[in-house]
């Protein structure tokens, strides 16, 4: 399963050409404190129409400090890959779109053969996990110069890691090296996803609490509950200190103020006839309604005001979420308008090819687009009235599993996976929705793909609960119906 998935997966990035992203101005800020710049041949446009994978070291990123990403170890393995695939440059993002197939292939082959379920179900779910990840909304962003492909293939790791927590000792040590691999990239790729510490903490130490018959603090005493509550810890260390940063660092406090204009100027203060009242509400002059709808970056920029230093310290987003909280209206209108351009799943402002393939300026791809196709088949407006149920139906699910769980059978994890995944969802929706302002598209990657991996798991579930229902209806258990394993015990091969 892992050769047939990787192998899928390099076809689709190598065949005819190779695909990334191309750079929308925020590639540096990453690759620039790596001491690494793109090689852009003369007069071809920098940014936004090609995707550049070849990177040199260059004197002008000198003394620049990395940004801090849990992208810069898979781009520091890159480096070494690099010369070894002999590919071009100091550093080529072709290198980097490799070892995330191949990372995603062992998430791939690891979740699926998790499942309890005959060989032909886990074999569905493989393809159905191949099919998300290797949509175009997600896998075109494997070889480009931003933090999206460390939380995405991160993701996955941890849905892949979740299912083994909790059974016997080695496969609780496997699921946690999946687990905390996935969720160090995940949680600490960027500012967005810092929140996630929280649902795969708690899913880490929960889904490898003891399923005897103890009650109580009792189920978290034995060895597998304390190597995994140890591995949260570490996690949730790892994401104070990157929270500490942003909050005392001036360039923490800077991205804040950037995201913070985008987010007020255009989705709360949009039309200059309301923006004095939603001005004065926010504590920032009202002459700054001239500047409705403009992006921190625009032409006509409130940063070009000589009012801004005076109120920098009202474009925060504790000052947003006051706001948000003492006229909720808005809550539920800019929630209803990111779940939209989240519906839209993927980019098409970005080009994707290099100019060696051949492309018009600015071309994106479309080889795999099995999810984006299904989502499009929607009404383009329905934004959160597809999220809010389809997250609520499959955590019903997930706690009915866990209510009518029969001995220690595979559900547990299962159930445990999708709450995790759907947490993750609904919690990654909100920085983007509510504190970023621009480009929420893109930046609803991981609310999608957690939300598409959790249908997945979910229907693997049901399906495995209803055979068991029909199956005690007929009398013994078939061959087919694998038998639930207790943690430690043999498992025999026809279960796996």
Known sequence: ???????????RFLVPSPVGQADNRDGPRLMCGLGLAKVVPHGKPTFFRYAYFEYL???KCAGRLPYPSSELVPLEISRMLT????????VNLIALGVLFCVLSAVAIASLATALRIPWWGQWLIAAACWLIIADSAFFDVFASPFSEPAALVGLLLVAAGLLYLGRSWRETVAGLVLAGSGGFLTILSKEQYLVLAVPICLALVLAAAD?????????FRNRQAGAA???????????AGYWVWIYVSGGGQRLEHIQAVDMIFTDIVTKRSTAPAQLRALGLPTTWARYAGDYYWARRSVRLSPLFSR????????NIVHFLVTHPSYIASVGQSAAMYAQ??????????PISAGHRRGAYESRVTVLSWLMHQLPPHTGLWLYIPLWLAMVALALVALRLQRGTTWHRNGAATVLC????????????????GISTTRHMVGTNLSTAVAFTISAALAFSMISRALARRRGPRTAAEPVAETPGAQVSPGSR
């Open 1 to 11: 399963m892992f050769g047939a998935t990787l192998a899928g997966l390099l076809i």
């Open 344 to 353: 839209q799943l993927r980019v098409t402002s970005l080009g994707d090819y």
């Open 83 to 90: 010369p070894v695939f002999g590919l071009p440059g100091v």
């Open 421 to 436: 995944l759907t947490a993750c969802a609904a919690v990654s929706f909100i920085p983007p929705a509510y504190f970023a």
């Open 229 to 239: 509550q140890l591995v949260s810890a570490a996690l949730a260390v790892m994401a």
């Open 57 to 59: 070291t260059t004197s």
């Open 311 to 318: 109120y920098a310290g009202k474009l925060t987003d504790l």
């Open 211 to 219: 399923r005897g018959p103890w009650r109580g603090l009792r189920r």
